[in-house]
């Protein structure tokens, strides 16, 4: 089985940082595209940021030049780094990768388990 598993969510002021992590872990063989996902009260989810295993980056408008997504092969986790935060960026966010687990010839698409960001004053 694998599972994704985030960390790192919780309350900042306006104007703060977060990093939220997410380690895959389980019978991975190989992780191509992760991302973060996230989605508001009343909105529909939307891609927030992704990173393709050679570390090809896209952000949604919204967040461009304020958040950073990276990650670490070795440890098959992927980050977000979340600077000058917003009211607007309050959401639970979800951790997002295409993986092969062993013993299969495929990837599939995998999803963690959310973590609420506010962001309030």
């Known amino acids: 089985q694998v599972q994704l598993v985030e960390s790192g969510g919780g309350l900042v002021q306006p104007g703060g940082s977060l990093r939220l992590s997410c380690a895959a872990s389980?019978?991975?063989?190989?992780?191509?595209?992760m991302g973060w996902y996230r989605q508001a009260p009343e909105k529909q989810r939307e891609l927030v940021a992704s990173?393709?295993?050679?570390?090809?980056?896209n952000y949604a408008d919204s967040v461009n030049g304020r958040f950073t997504i990276s990650r670490d092969n070795a440890k098959n986790t992927v980050y977000l780094q979340m600077n000058n935060l917003k009211p607007e960026d309050t959401a639970v966010y979800y951790c997002s990768a295409a993986i092969r687990p062993r013993r299969q010839s495929s990837f599939g698409g995998y999803w963690g388990q959310g973590t609420q960001v506010i962001v309030s004053s």
């Open positions: 389980g019978s991975v063989f190989a992780i191509s595209v």
């Open positions: 990173i393709t295993s050679n570390d090809n980056t």
